[in-house]
């Protein structure tokens, strides 16, 4: 398995991954729902620009967007933010991922978020990677602890969890 940036991937295979996702799928923000084959090409290259931060928008952060591939397949998508802002700290955090569907409970998430930490610690300032996860899904709080999260605080809707680098 490895991690491909979205400007270095197939952009056929990553379009047909993108249209897996809702809009939102408890708290996995699709960015790109609804979007033509030629919508999505500009989508690409502005997260390009965005990762190199040119031309953000205001209150975003530079962020790289990555695709999960196993032997060829397209399985998720691993949005890494170079560092954080009092939105990112209170909220999101620095790495969001979803796996498609079709793929969940086959171990991608912890594997593709093991791949996405070595990154993180690569490039993010913090001495903590920041995450934060929907208490309806339990799954994905697995996957965080997995990979040497704790839960750091809570609220109704989400836990808030950490892992020290």
């Known amino acids: 398995m490895k991690l491909i940036e979205l400007w270095n991937a197939d952009l056929k295979k990553a379009y047909e991954l993108q249209n897996t996702f809702s809009p939102d799928e408890k708290g996995f923000v699709n960015n790109a729902f609804g979007f033509s084959f030629e919508e999505f090409q500009e989508y690409v290259r502005q997260n390009e620009d965005y990762s190199h931060g040119t031309g953000l928008p205001e209150g975003y952060v530079p962020a ?9 397949t397209y399985v998720g998508i691993f949005n890494l933010r170079h560092y954080l802002n009092d939105f990112l700290r209170n909220g999101p955090g620095h790495i969001g991922y979803g796996i498609s569907p079709t793929y969940r409970r086959k171990g991608y998430a912890s594997e593709g978020l093991r791949l996405t930490i070595k990154k993180a610690k690569e490039i993010i300032p913090e001495n903590e990677i920041y995450f934060s996860v929907h208490k309806d899904n339990p799954a994905s ?3 965080q602890e997995k990979n040497g999260a704790y839960i750091h605080h809570e609220d109704d809707k989400e836990y808030y969890t950490r892992i020290p680098i």
Do not use: P
């Not at 790289?64 to 060829?72: A, P, R, Y």
């Open 64 to 72: 790289t967007v990555f695709i999960l591939e196993d032997n060829g």
């Open 141 to 143: 709080l697995k996957v």
